[in-house]
């Protein structure tokens, strides 16, 4: 604004206020008539006095913002240096050091949960947990989408008041689908829905992060603390794309419950409980598939050759057995998890091990330093101390086969196996570390083992 003209706009708001004093004065002052008492005076009067005086205030008010944004404004004038074009042919200088950025807040930025809902008023085991849990409100708000507009379900989140915010997606309709996936439909509007909901995260209340959980997930009471201290590492290494709280391999009798605190990097998208980056969704969002989403993110054009963050031990566990997906894996593996249930001090430890080159210089040795056995030996009770040791197999029948052999999920998707990490799965068999792993000559990931 120009000095000028904001020396005229402070003189016009001078003058509007010393007139709605003057009046205000005149009103207040006026003698009552002849006769009278003051308390006869027209209550039409004493209402104009009165909204002229609010009105004074207001305007007070505005004259202060307009001195404050005014001061403002003229302390930018004055640090701004000023600069004419340089002339043809003259000399080109640098610019002047710009002035230092202002001290980081000591206050880390929120870190939301989106909770996806549709019609499970369970979802209050959920939310109890996050809550329990959760170190503080400011920190991680919770924020609830809910799809299918079911009304008991929608009571249970309400019920939670200000403690979560609670938000519906508006659209309810039926997903026009391929005659062929007609019986698809859910998984349709699961895709549908979060989209809906991470834009709403990332576009509508502008978070740098989310940890994404859905309606039938239960947390671990350092779920919050985990996540909390990976932030970090994410930003900072970008063959990184998301931290997960779930090991796909997670059952009591395959981890070591001893070690909760060892985390590993994985060329499988875990989901169920994971964290993501406002830039990831910037990716994401303009190709977003219309169903199966979590199969679309675990294809080669998504995952682009980076990796997740999985813990030995995981931090959520799936209660919900009724689905779209009927229970498939929930009755043979799911609700089998075991869910870790002591704190670990992530925040307090150093996780520059997950980098990738550190982790690789650490983390591939060990595995290919390892003994090579034979599965029947594993199966048999193996014999000679209690080190770790190497499980090989060459090709997808042959890791189908030993998988099934150690009780792990022998499924593959793009030909990554769950947990995996360049074709190595991490696991514990009668109390032995086992690496299920390819040849150490391992090239690549072959899509046609799916």
């Known amino acids: 604004m120009p000095k000028q003209s904001r020396h005229l706009a402070l003189w016009g708001v001078a003058l509007f206020l010393a007139w709605n004093a003057l009046v205000l004065l ?69 610019p002047a050091t710009p002035p230092p950025p202002p001290p980081p807040s000591s206050e880390p930025p929120a870190l939301p949960v989106l909770v996806l809902a549709c019609d499970r008023s369970t979802v209050r085991r959920c939310l109890d947990k996050l809550l329990r849990y959760r170190p503080s409100a400011r920190r991680f708000p919770v924020i609830v989408s809910q799809d299918c507009g079911h009304a008991e379900t929608a009571r249970v989140i309400a019920s939670y008041g200000d403690a979560v915010e609670h938000i519906r997606q508006p659209d309810l309709s039926d997903v026009a ?144 057995r009724k689905g779209v997906s009927h229970g498939q894996f929930f009755d043979q593996y799911l609700k089998f998890i075991k869910l870790n249930d002591r704190f670990v001090p992530f925040t307090q430890l150093d996780l520059s091990y997950l980098k990738k080159d550190e982790y690789e210089r650490s983390f591939l040795p060990r595995v290919y330093s390892a003994p090579e056995v034979r599965v029947e030996e594993l199966q048999g009770g193996l014999r000679g101390g209690d080190g770790a040791v190497r499980l090989q197999y060459r090709g997808r029948d042959a890791f189908k086969a030993f998988a099934k052999a150690l009780g792990l999920m022998d499924d593959l998707k793009s030909g990554v196996p769950r947990a995996g990490y360049r074709g190595i799965v991490s696991v514990v068999y009668r109390g032995r570390r086992v690496y299920l792993a390819p040849p150490r000559d391992w090239t690549g990931y072959d899509p046609t083992w799916s």
């Not at 070690?259 to 499988?268: G, K, P, S």
């Open 26 to 94: 005149f009103l207040r002052n006026r003698p009552a008539p002849p006769g009278t008492g003051a308390s006869r005076l027209p209550s039409e009067l004493i209402r104009l006095a009165q909204d002229a005086e609010a009105e004074l205030e207001r305007q007070k008010e505005l004259l202060r913002q307009i001195h404050r944004l005014s001061g403002l404004w003229e302390q930018r004038r004055r640090r701004k240096p000023a600069t004419a074009p340089p002339r043809i042919g003259a000399r080109q200088t640098r």
């Open 177 to 320: 689908v391929p005659p062929e996936h007609r019986k698809f439909q859910g998984y349709y509007k699961i895709a549908r829905h979060y989209r809906w909901a991470l834009r709403q995260v990332f576009r509508t209340f502008g978070y740098g992060a989310a940890i994404v959980v859905e309606d039938d997930l239960e947390v671990a009471p350092d779920f919050f603390e985990y996540f909390q201290a990976a932030l970090p590492l994410l930003r900072q290494d970008p063959t990184l794309w998301c931290v997960s709280a779930w090991n796909d391999n997670g059952r009591e009798h395959l981890v070591d419950a001893a070690r909760a605190e060892l985390l590993y990097r994985t060329d499988f998208f875990p989901g169920l409980g994971w964290l993501l980056l406002a830039e990831l969704w910037d990716e994401l969002e303009p190709k977003w598939p219309k169903a199966f989403w979590d199969d679309w993110m675990r294809q080669p054009e998504q995952r682009r050759g980076r990796s997740c963050v999985r813990p030995e031990v995981s931090r959520t566990m799936t209660f919900g």
